[in-house]
């Protein structure tokens, strides 16, 4: 449905469109609710369930799809849920009154157990439920859901909301049931969602997931990718064991790639890895796999531990500016250097100069840290002037044992973006300074030298290693790939021995690369040193061929622009 058929004088636009983000609410298009409920109500007796209805195009969807099926009363057989007022203003302009009393409830859903009016189960589930983060969640809810043991699944302590929502629908879900989801990209992406994507393989006969690469809810002020996921066969004997990876460019696509699929026509990947390796043909599939088989290829993790950076719990007041030291009445003494934002770093080294030039053009990366037995009248002052009730609040403060020194001491060898646009690579700390968990922090093992520790910043940029990050990685809506530590610690390298004096040669010209912003030309470089001393055939052509792998790749992670 539409938002038109609301009184325009009683809700406008900037309203709605507020009151929905507070829900986490981002109705349905049309076009794909239909999709959706065509591909999923076979027969005229199926009984639905939305438990998120919000703009009811799920249950218009489903009410056309059961009349087409030969349902003779199709509104009697429609069931929902949902907590917004404003929902209810929709499910007016479709059903009866009494319709409305005895099949829908205005409550929260994870809550709703056994409701009188509803059959104890559903052949047919439609959902769109709320894109609420975990993060967003208020504190009182986040315990409650903690605690809660509704549902098949027992999902992680940092769940989003709508896997609370998938996981307690799923509970009444007929045998051989059909449903279908629009999930947010994080089903594919995110930890929290695994124990789901198991169960999803194991209870039913076949599940289907299909990114969109057109943002959909763009026009609803978010640039998050959407996954459409069907699944059929509850309880059925036989199970899927996996899911079925698909990508298609838009709705309309979808709609074929839906319809070859029921028939059998086409099959998803069933590779366990990221969505990334749906960009992927069979060709470039075969060139990386034929390198992670090298014997030169190992992982990060076999060199170098990842770790997050400090945590101080008020940024703002712990990292400063050199006008915000001024500003705080302290000395450029009396504070310690930090990389606080990982575009600071320009090359393969973080120096003392890239620190200098970061500060000057006000950037914030001096470290204000007091330790107990410190005597520092200057610092003592400053941290006097912490808002008291703010510091109470404030829970990693209660985990420090002295809750104005942030600083663990364990500066690293190196520093790994946690976020990026482009690539992944690490840069060494000439420095000696710590940075905070906006940046991963590098140890490298005791076993390896500085040459050992140059060819992995170097291998970490070929064209194979950026791929294999690629393919680790969790992507975002806005287009950023995201490494947790243990994901960083899982990209390949190639580790081939190397000359000293090709080595060396290979580290300055990489570095000059990146720092006059010249990516492409760092990782034609690595893919030189690296390709050739691996020994490699067609060095030149395997790497021109990845790098338009990974650059497909990353455009395609990337919200189309307009």
């Not at 609301?6 to 636009?13: D, G, M, T, V």
Request: some cysteine; charged content about 25%.
């Amino acid at each position: 449905m539409q938002m038109g058929i609301l009184n325009k004088n009683e809700y406008s636009a900037e309203r709605l469109l507020t009151e929905r983000k507070k829900l986490g609410a981002f109705y349905t298009p049309e076009v794909l609710s239909q999709i959706l409920a065509s591909w999923a109500i076979r027969d005229q007796a199926d009984s639905v369930l939305e438990p998120s209805f919000g703009g009811c195009g799920f249950l218009h969807s489903a009410r056309c799809s059961l009349e087409v099926v030969g349902a003779l009363d199709a509104k009697s057989k429609i069931f929902g849920c949902d907590v917004d007022p404003i929902a209810f203003q929709y499910l007016g302009q479709i059903f009866s009154k009494r319709q409305v009393e005895v099949q829908f409830i205005r409550e929260d859903f994870l809550k709703v157990v056994a409701p009188s009016g509803w059959p104890k189960v559903f052949d047919v589930i439609l959902a769109n439920p709320p894109y609420i983060p975990f993060q967003k969640i208020n504190r009182t809810d986040r315990e409650a859901l903690a605690k809660n043991t509704i549902g098949v699944v027992q999902l992680p302590g940092r769940a989003s909301m709508w896997a609370y929502f998938m996981s307690h629908a799923i509970s009444f879900l007929a045998e051989n049931g059909r449903m279908a989801w629009v999930l947010p990209g994080a089903f594919l992406q995110a930890d929290y969602a695994q124990p789901l994507r198991d169960y999803l393989g194991d209870n039913f006969q076949r599940v289907g997931a299909f990114l969109i690469r057109d943002r959909i809810f763009k026009q609803e002020g978010t640039d998050e990718e959407t996954i459409i996921l069907l699944a059929e066969g509850y309880k059925s004997k036989v199970q899927a064991k996996c899911i079925e990876l698909g990508e298609v460019e838009s709705i309309a696509d979808l709609e074929n790639t839906i319809n070859k699929w029921r028939s059998g026509d086409w099959v998803g990947d069933k590779t366990a890895q990221r969505p990334a390796i749906l960009s992927l043909n069979e060709k470039e599939k075969s060139a990386y796999k034929k390198l992670v088989t090298s014997n030169f290829c190992k992982n990060l993790g076999e060199f170098a531990k990842i770790q997050i950076g400090i945590v101080t719990g008020a940024n703002d007041f712990f990292v400063l500016s050199k006008d915000g030291v001024k500003k705080a009445s302290l000395r450029i003494g009396d504070c310690k250097p930090i990389l606080s934002k990982y575009l600071a770093v320009k090359g393969l080294e973080f120096t003392n100069d890239d620190h200098l030039e970061y500060v000057r053009l006000n950037g914030r990366g001096y470290l204000t840290a007091l330790k107990s037995e410190q005597k520092n009248a200057r610092l003592q002052r400053y941290f006097s002037t912490f808002d008291p009730i703010k510091k109470k609040n404030i829970r990693t403060f209660e985990k420090r044992s002295v809750w104005t020194n942030p600083d663990d001491g364990k500066n690293p060898d190196g520093f790994f973006p946690v976020m990026h646009h482009d690539g992944p690579r690490i840069a060494l700390n000439a420095i000696g300074c710590t940075s905070t968990n906006t940046i991963h922090r590098v140890y490298f093992s005791d076993q390896s030298d500085a040459d050992d520790r140059k060819l992995v910043c170097i291998s970490l940029l070929t064209s194979f290693s950026q791929l294999s990050a690629e393919l680790v990685g969790r992507r975002y809506g806005s287009g950023v790939l995201k490494h947790e530590p243990r994901e960083a610690e899982r990209i390949e390298l190639l580790m081939p021995p190397v000359d000293k004096s090709k080595l060396i040669s290979a580290f300055h010209m990489i570095d000059s690369a990146l720092r006059r912003g010249d990516e492409h030309a760092a990782c034609q470089f690595a893919d030189e040193l690296i390709y050739g001393a691996a020994d490699i055939s067609h060095p030149k052509k395997l790497s021109d061929s990845l790098i338009e792998c990974v650059s497909n790749i990353r455009g395609r992670r990337r919200p189309v622009k307009g």
